[in-house]
């Protein structure tokens, strides 16, 4: 997308990551503190949590399952938009770590996978609406603006 003088926006050295709902959501709520990849990354540093527009059964079904177990506001968790921010410090893989049961819930700490240790969590005071992407990519400055304004 371009600005009126057929600009296009420029990237923000703030990078963002799309999850699906009810996992990005459950960061942002402090319940979940590893995401679980099947790559790693050698990043460290901020990272905006993107929940992206899918929601299948599958994922609602989920959402009912943790918000009755953990977190009511699970079941309506917003879509399309960045939820939070957190800081990556370290990237392990999963039979390295040791998680708690409610961690274990929301990742999948299977073999040949990593999980990304997040900390310094903050749920945005309003989500942002953005379009996600596969990986991770970095943000146009305009949203990182306005996720750094909602914090």
Same mark, same amino acid.
């Given at each position: 997308?371009?600005?009126?003088?057929?600009?296009?926006?420029?990237?923000?050295?703030?990078?963002?990551?799309?999850?699906?709902?009810?996992?990005?959501?459950?960061? $942002?709520?402090?319940?979940?503190?590893?995401?679980?990849?099947?790559?790693?990354?050698?990043? @460290? #540093? /901020? *990272?905006?949590?993107? &929940?992206?527009?899918?929601?299948?059964?599958?994922?609602?079904?989920? $959402?009912?399952?943790?918000?009755?177990?953990?977190?009511?506001?699970?079941?309506?968790?917003? @879509? #399309? /938009? *960045?939820?939070?921010? &957190?800081?990556?410090?370290?990237?392990?893989?999963?039979?390295?770590?040791?998680?708690?049961?409610?961690?274990?819930?929301?990742?999948?700490?299977?073999?040949?996978?990593? #999980?990304?240790?997040?900390?310094?969590?903050?749920?945005?005071?309003?989500?942002?609406?953005?379009?996600?992407?596969?990986?991770?990519?970095?943000?146009?400055?305009?949203?990182?603006?306005?996720v750094n304004a909602r914090l």
């Amino acid at each position: 997308m371009n600005d009126l003088f057929g600009n296009a926006p420029q990237p923000s050295k703030l990078k963002a990551i799309s999850l699906w709902q009810p996992w990005a959501s459950a960061i $942002a709520f402090g319940l979940k503190r590893i995401e679980t990849r099947s790559w790693s990354t050698p990043y @460290r #540093g /901020v *990272i905006a949590i993107h &929940a992206a527009k899918r929601w299948t059964a599958d994922e609602r079904d989920y $959402a009912d399952m943790f918000a009755d177990r953990y977190d009511t506001r699970l079941r309506n968790a917003p @879509r #399309g /938009v *960045i939820v939070a921010v &957190a800081r990556i410090v370290d990237c392990r893989r999963t039979e390295c770590l040791h998680v708690c049961e409610q961690e274990y819930d929301f990742g999948n700490f299977g073999p040949e996978r990593y #999980g990304w240790l997040l900390d310094d969590v903050r749920e945005l005071r309003e989500p942002v609406p953005c379009r996600g992407f596969q990986s991770m990519w970095p943000l146009d400055q305009g949203i990182a603006d306005l996720v750094n304004a909602r914090l």
